[in-house]
């Protein structure tokens, strides 16, 4: 059985519990079918970010009309998949998925959209809702912003977009985490979030910047293929301390082991393996600051059985021993 939630009727409706005030809201719904939250804070420089959690038992279909507002809507998924169809959208394909893993942004002003819910799947996301004359507010040169973004920035309009960025990055998830755990209330969690979200936005356009600029490098390969590596990079982000091996990884994504590291180098200007390595690492950096596990179990738990090894990784790549910075941030 597919339950249909069309418009904001249905959705008031089911609504069990709405509070909100100047900066702050929370609304929930829920039903014999399951559950949906929307946690919002608003912020200084017309920023506003919300945090969205649903799960429901039987699949679900979500209608959605976007107001002609051209704000911008940075999204960042934590947890499950939405497919979403929009018809008849110019510029915006008619459908798409957004999966745990990857970030989007997005402007869709007066777009009437339809999102699919699996059944028994939590999905979480967090939206960073922003305008583009944000940037206006820092005095500086614009050169390196991406083009469509700079184009917003000095004349605002209405043409839909959906721009997918890629995999989010360990940083991201660092503070997308911190977001979530977020240890304040009233003006010191506006200022705490205020500070995350823009770190947020700048790994954000960032990330958009060096998209393209892969783009341009690859010059030999299709954009399915270049999707198909963006793809490669996701399962490598997820399946650490054991990564499948070159062989297995480009089956999974359907090309050759050639076009694999070669694209890999073309598109993201490092090797398969120097990107494992990144990982590993950046991922072991936030394990010796967030907990106290030991160097050893460390090590181990982002895929180095070789202490000594992993030592030696680790300074080539921050210019200091595990055990120096550890110690460097006080724990």
Avoid at 72 to 89: D, E, Q
Avoid at 162 to 174: E, N
Avoid at 212 to 226: C, K, M, P, T, V
Avoid at 312 to 317: A, E, G
Wanted: charged share 20%; hydrophobic share 35%.
């Amino acid at each position: 059985m597919i339950i249909r939630l069309t418009g904001t009727e249905d959705f008031g409706e089911f609504c069990k519990d709405v509070q909100f005030n100047d900066y702050e809201g929370k609304a929930e719904l829920s039903t014999w079918f399951g559950q949906s939250s929307f946690r919002w804070t608003f912020l200084r420089h017309n920023l506003e970010i919300a945090i969205c959690d649903d799960e429901f038992s039987h699949p679900v279909i979500a209608q959605q009309k976007h107001d002609n507002s051209t704000e911008l809507i940075s999204k960042f998924f934590l947890s499950g998949a939405i497919r979403t169809v929009t018809p008849n959208v110019p510029g915006v394909s008619n459908d798409y998925e957004e999966i745990a893993g990857y970030n989007y942004l997005f402007c869709l002003p007066d777009v009437r959209e339809f999102e699919y819910f699996n059944a028994n799947q939590h999905c979480q996301n967090i939206k960073i809702y922003w305008n583009a004359d944000l940037l206006s507010s820092f005095q500086s040169s614009f050169e390196q912003l991406p083009a469509l973004l700079q184009h917003l920035r000095e004349n605002p309009m209405k043409q839909p977009f959906h721009q997918p960025l890629g995999v989010t990055t360990p940083t991201m998830q660092l503070l997308l985490r911190q977001i979530l755990q977020c240890p304040y209330r009233g003006t010191l969690r506006q200022m705490y979030l205020e500070a995350k979200v823009l770190e947020l936005l700048v790994l954000q356009i960032t990330q958009w910047g060096e998209n393209h600029q892969g783009l341009q490098r690859s010059q030999f390969f299709r954009a399915d293929e270049i999707e198909r590596l963006h793809h490669a990079k996701a399962i490598l982000n997820q399946t650490l301390p054991h990564p499948p091996s070159l062989l297995d990884l480009a089956s999974q994504i359907g090309l050759n082991d050639f076009k694999l590291k070669r694209g890999f180098r073309e598109v993201f200007g490092t090797t398969v393996l120097r990107y494992v390595q990144s990982l590993r690492l950046e991922q072991a950096k936030q394990l010796l600051i967030e907990t106290n596990l030991t160097i050893v179990e460390i090590a181990s738990q982002v895929g180095y059985e070789s202490l000594s090894h992993f030592g030696y990784l680790f300074k080539r790549q921050f210019g200091i021993t595990p055990r120096e910075y550890r110690k460097q941030k006080g724990l």
